[in-house]
C-alpha cells in the first residue's frame, strides 16, 4: 500500500517543491501532482528538473491530475495531452489521469477520444486511467459508467475511484467486489457529510472519518477484493486550505493512516 498526497488538500500554499519536502517530512509515500500547479512549475523550470526534482527526494511520484475535458476533441486539448504525458514522463509517474467534461457528452463520444489518445500516451510511456465525477452534469458520472466505457478501449483501461464520487453520485457501492485489484490505478481518500439537497461540491469534503456517508463501507469493500494500491487523499476544503501547512500535512497522514 502507498499513501499518497494530492495538492489540493493544501492548495493555498501547494508547489511542487513545497510539497514534496513536505510530503517526506510527514511520511507520505508519494505526492500526486496537480496539472494547474505543473504548469506554474514549468513555467521557470525544465523537464530535466522536474525528474531531477523527485529523484533527488525520495517521493514517489503519483498520477498527474488530470487531463481535464479529455472527451472534447480540441487541438488545444491535443497539445495538452503531449505537454502532460512528457510531465508524467519525466516525474517518473508515468501515470495520467483522465477526468470527463461537465456536459452532455455520449459514451461513444467518449470511447473516441480515450481510443485516440490511447496512442498518444503509448508513445511516451504513460498509462492513463478514467476518473469518473458524481457531480450530475458529468459526461461519466458513475462507476458502472466508467466500466463500460473501459471494457470497450483495446488493451483495457483503469480506472480512478473518488470517494466522495462515489458518495455523491449514483454508484452502487456494491459495483466495487466486481472490480480486480489491477483494474484500479488509485483511490482518492476522503469523506462527505450528507446535506439535505443531495447537492455536493468538491469543496464539501472533509478528513477520512469525520463524515457520514458511508466511507467505511467503500473502504472494506475495496479490502474485500484485496486492493493494496495508492490511498491519496485529496480534499478541496477551503476553510481547511486556510490552516498552516504543517498542521494540514500532520492531520492529513493521521486521518488517512486511522481509515485504513
Known sequence: ???????ATSLKHSDLETDIAMCKKHGFDGLEMQADLMDKYMSCHSFDDLKKL???????ALPVNAFCDFNIQSKENTERLHYLCKCANASGANTLILVPALSDISPGETIKAITALMVTAKEYGVVPALEFLGFAN??????EEALNIAGQIDGGLRVVLDCAHIMAGTTEVSTILKLKPEQIMTVHINDL??????IYSDSDRVWPGDGDMGLRKILENLKAIGYDGIYSIELFNEEIWELPVNDIFSSAIRKVRDML
Open 138 to 143: 458529468s459526461s461519466v458520472r458513475s462507476l
Open 54 to 60: 523527485f529523484a533527488d527526494s525520495g517521493v514517489k
Open 193 to 198: 457529510n450528507r446535506k439535505p439537497s443531495e
Open 1 to 7: 500500500m502507498l499513501i499518497g498526497y494530492n495538492q
